[in-house]
């Protein structure tokens, strides 16, 4: 006898299928699900055309939006193709969808919220964002939303895993290359692992009741850009790599000469309306980072053998 799914098979789209998300998404679902993966080439968030002709031929119960115009500040300075890639090409994917009945995801980030707030951000605050990146975020919110209620949007922040660098890596390979290092000390947020993200994802989406509305996604326990950036250089000298800044020094986040966009001073998110709707509380952002670095490329390149001991 074969062994039963946990989850009936559902029929999947994810678009961005080769982003840090998307790829994984892919490789997560495919298992248990018929999912049809729709990259950039084959789906251009800012084309309408291009929306329609990929979208239309399709049928499918879920459909998942992991692609964006993530580049912070690139959005500050290009804000009609922000809004263009971000807001206007979700809202369009969710009004056809809304056509065939699938149920739409669309993961927003942290950056909708102004900072002010000293604690972290629950759904019931209210959004205020003070860059164009998290203003087009906010607008591919509601039209996702509006095209139908019974979507879900899930608000993620300071993503790291498998596929493709991010602030992990290169803040190691940055203290493996310089002595004097420094990183935001007040800016205070979520760090995410895109793992931990995905193990998430299956009570929301293959439950009784799949859920709606506007869900903060994130692991436990908020910390400073320069805690993080602290605790993988410590992982990475305790597994033997070449980390030659000892301290991270941390500076005002509105100090960094290359960051043209604003950025929240605490964009940490509760993640209580993920528990309470499901029974389950992210793992805290020390253990996920650790096991990340540990099993990670960067790591292995430096991992000395026991054989060549
Ligand atoms: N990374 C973070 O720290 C973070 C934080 C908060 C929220 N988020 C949100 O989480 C989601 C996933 O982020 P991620 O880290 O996986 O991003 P990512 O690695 O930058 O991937 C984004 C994907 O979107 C694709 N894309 C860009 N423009 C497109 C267009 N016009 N049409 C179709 N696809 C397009 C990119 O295509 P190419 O592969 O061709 O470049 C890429 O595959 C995004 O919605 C992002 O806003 C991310």
């Not at 039209?143 to 890596?169: H, I, K, T």
């Amino acid at each position: 006898m074969s062994p039963v799914s946990p989850h009936p098979p559902k029929k999947i789209v994810i678009v961005g299928s080769s982003g840090r998300l998307g790829g994984l998404l892919i490789k997560s679902f495919g298992g248990n699900h018929s999912v049809t993966g729709l990259s950039r080439a084959q789906l251009d968030l800012g084309c309408s055309e291009s929306i329609v002709a990929a979208l239309e031929p399709l049928d499918y119960d879920l459909l998942i939006i992991a692609g964006a115009l993530t580049g912070v500040d690139y959005c500050e300075t290009n804000e009609a193709e922000a809004f263009a890639i971000n807001a206007t090409g979700p809202g369009k994917i969710a009004e056809i969808s809304a056509g065939k009945n699938a149920h739409v995801t669309y993961f927003s980030t942290d950056m909708v919220y102004d900072g002010s707030k000293p604690e972290p951000y629950s759904e019931a605050d209210a959004p205020n964002p003070i860059s164009v990146y998290g203003a087009s975020k906010l607008n591919g919110e509601d039209l996702v939303l509006q095209a139908s209620p019974g979507n879900l949007v899930l608000r993620v922040s300071w993503l790291y895993g498998p596929g493709r660098p991010a602030f992990p890596e290169w803040i190691i390979n940055k203290a493996c290359a310089e002595a004097h290092v420094t990183l935001p000390g007040n800016k205070i947020g979520c760090s995410t692992s895109t793992v931990d993200l995905l193990g998430l994802l299956p009570p929301l989406l293959f439950g009784p009741d799949v859920a709606s509305g506007v869900f903060n996604l994130c692991n436990s326990g908020p910390c400073t850009w320069r805690d993080w950036g602290q605790f993988c250089i410590d992982t990475a000298r305790a597994a033997g790599l070449p980390v030659l800044a000892d301290h991270i020094e941390g500076v005002p986040v509105d100090s960094v000469p290359a960051f043209v966009a604003k950025r929240p001073v605490n964009s940490a998110m509760s993640t209580g309306k993920y528990t309470a709707f499901t029974g389950v509380t992210p793992r805290n952002w020390q253990e996920a980072n650790r096991e990340f670095l540990q099993q990670s490329e960067l790591f292995k390149k430096h991992t000395v053998s026991p054989s060549a001991v």
